[in-house]
């Protein structure tokens, strides 16, 4: 790209007049304006794309990611990505919109399909999701929820092909029922909470899942669900 400097003399050396001086002024302006619209163009068709990608690979449907989208054009209009970077911001807004649809996905599930997860290792890659998550969530103020662990027993159940699985989807949820009711838990790390409840109604119907399969298709250790 060009860069058109503050020029008051012409390629002779003679002093430019004022009119000529207020054109190359415009000019300027206009360089800028283009330069800045082509690269949030740029942004903006990255991130869709990352997006795009990352919902397919999660198995979250167009509705998600049209939703994902119009959160990151949102936080693109409002300036919010300075000294953040595409691919972050990205991700926090599928994983915000997974939520908002009632499609919610762990951050376990988020970190291997994003590029994210490979510029950070361990728990960093999730931590600085969920940090651009909660950025967006209050800047934008979209009043999300925390996830209902009833949202991952569908999942869990048809991942790990019980043979009556709507028996075992029905108890369940009512294992759920019953330790809110206890208030056994509170609302966090429902993943976990629906893992486990899927793991006592398949034994209740006498089919028992290893708890390693059960923790494979959940994210989670073995350990969580003991």
Do not use: W
């Not at 919010?80 to 970077?85: A, T």
């Not at 651009?132 to 929820?145: N, P």
């Not at 029905?170 to 509170?186: F, G, L, P, R």
Request: glycine residues 6%; aromatic residues 4%.
């Amino acid at each position: 790209s060009t860069d058109i400097g503050s020029i008051k003399r012409d390629g002779y050396g003679n002093t430019l007049s004022s009119e000529r001086r207020q054109q190359m002024s415009r000019l300027r302006q206009l360089n800028k304006r283009y330069k800045t619209k082509n690269s949030k163009e740029r942004n903006l068709q990255r991130a869709l794309n990352e997006i795009t990608r990352m919902g397919s690979a999660l198995g979250l449907n167009e509705h998600v990611q049209e939703t994902a989208s119009q959160l990151y054009r949102e936080c693109l209009r409002k300036d919010m990505l300075l000294g953040r970077s595409i691919e972050g911001m990205a991700t926090a807004s599928l994983y915000a919109a997974s939520r908002i649809c009632n499609s919610p996905r762990t951050l376990d599930e988020f970190r291997p399909v994003s590029l994210v997860g490979t510029q950070a290792t361990g728990k960093d890659g999730g931590c600085k999701i969920e940090r651009a998550y909660r950025y967006i969530s209050k800047e934008l103020d979209v009043g999300i929820t925390p996830p209902d662990p009833r949202q991952y027993v569908n999942r869990l159940v048809t991942a790990l092909s019980f043979e009556n699985e709507q028996r075992v989807h029905n108890t369940a949820v009512d294992v759920i029922d019953t330790a809110e009711d206890a208030n056994i838990h509170s609302g966090r790390a429902p993943m976990s909470i629906a893992a486990i409840a899927v793991y006592i109604a398949g034994g209740m119907h006498d089919e028992h899942t290893p708890q390693s399969a059960i923790a494979d298709d959940s994210d989670l250790s073995t350990t969580t669900i003991q």
